[in-house]
């Protein structure tokens, strides 16, 4: 772990005004485990990503990730070419290596204000805040890719869950076939509208948006078994502002929808 993601853990975040790397980036700490990068002019962007990973504390191969992407950035190693904004979201959980200290965090957005209040509820608030004003006033095109490892192991390692479009929009071939190429093998229609974290983008702030799980949940320094290249690669592009066109979805990747749900009580 470099110093970001040890800072945050650590209670230690400094949010702060704006600066600005030798290269010219602009970087601001927006909020606990949250960093927006912006290139130094804003016609050198090509897109606007968010990239958000631990709303569950034990999933840590994507933090891991993450962290990397952000260490590569602040070293200029890695070029920027796009607004970029990413996010630890469950911190507290995070710090425990826990799925979650109060409720699971990831049913906790889109939630319509009422009595009931906790600490996951307050920070998927928060986290929608920091989302919608990132892409607010920005025309250019909007992803986020939150970023899961499975409690149990799959069948097929590495899938998405694509959000229920908006009434009169239609699920896209592009995005899909985007995923194939970051190693996702299989994407999992919704049917329903969620109360997830890309739910909320996609719906109200019309990103593409996905829910992609990576892999199977381990503690930090236990995730060498868990191929990340391909998302590496694939989110190294979008950063360096490459979006890639491709025309077709690939033979091998496999689109689901729900058949049925079966509703866990205990």
């Known amino acids: 772990m470099s110093s970001f993601l040890q800072e945050t853990l650590a209670g230690q975040t400094a949010i702060a005004l704006p600066y600005c790397l030798p290269n010219g980036t602009c970087v601001q700490v927006m909020d606990e485990g949250v960093i927006r990068f912006e290139p130094s002019q804003a016609a050198h962007s090509a897109l606007d990503l968010v990239v958000s990973c631990g709303v569950h504390g034990n999933e840590t191969a994507p933090v891991e990730l993450v962290e990397s992407l952000i260490e590569q950035l602040l070293a200029s190693t890695l070029k920027l070419r796009a607004r970029v904004l990413?996010?630890?979201?469950?911190?507290?959980?995070?710090?425990?290596?826990?799925?979650?200290?109060?409720?699971?965090?990831?049913?906790?957005?889109?939630?319509?204000?009422?009595?009931?209040?906790g600490m996951e509820k307050r920070r998927a608030a928060m986290l929608e805040m920091?989302?919608?004003?990132?892409?607010?006033?920005?025309?250019?095109?909007?992803?986020?890719?939150?970023?899961?490892?499975?409690?149990?192991?799959?069948?097929?390692?590495?899938?998405?869950?694509?959000?229920?479009?908006?009434?009169?929009?239609?699920?896209?071939?592009?995005?899909?076939?985007?995923?194939?190429?970051?190693?996702?093998?299989?994407?999992?229609?919704?049917?329903?509208?969620?109360?997830?974290?890309?739910?909320?983008?996609?719906?109200?702030c019309n990103a593409a948006a996905f829910t992609i799980e990576l892999g199977s949940a381990r503690p930090f320094g236990q995730n060498e078994g868990i191929d990340l290249s391909k998302m590496a690669a694939y989110l190294s592009e979008l950063i360096q502002g490459e979006l890639p066109q491709p025309e077709l979805v690939p033979e091998h990747t496999q689109i689901f929808r729900v058949s049925r749900e079966v509703m866990k009580r205990s």
């Open 130 to 204: 920091h989302v919608a004003r990132f892409f607010q006033g920005s025309d250019l095109p909007r992803f986020h890719y939150d970023l899961h490892t499975a409690i149990h192991g799959s069948l097929i390692e590495k899938f998405a869950i694509y959000p229920l479009p908006k009434a009169g929009c239609a699920f896209s071939t592009t995005e899909i076939a985007r995923l194939a190429q970051a190693g996702v093998d299989a994407v999992l229609l919704q049917s329903t509208v969620s109360s997830t974290f890309s739910f909320f983008s996609s719906r109200y």
């Open 86 to 117: 990413f996010i630890f979201g469950n911190v507290a959980a995070l710090r425990l290596g826990q799925r979650f200290v109060e409720e699971d965090m990831n049913r906790l957005f889109c939630r319509n204000p009422d009595v009931d209040d």
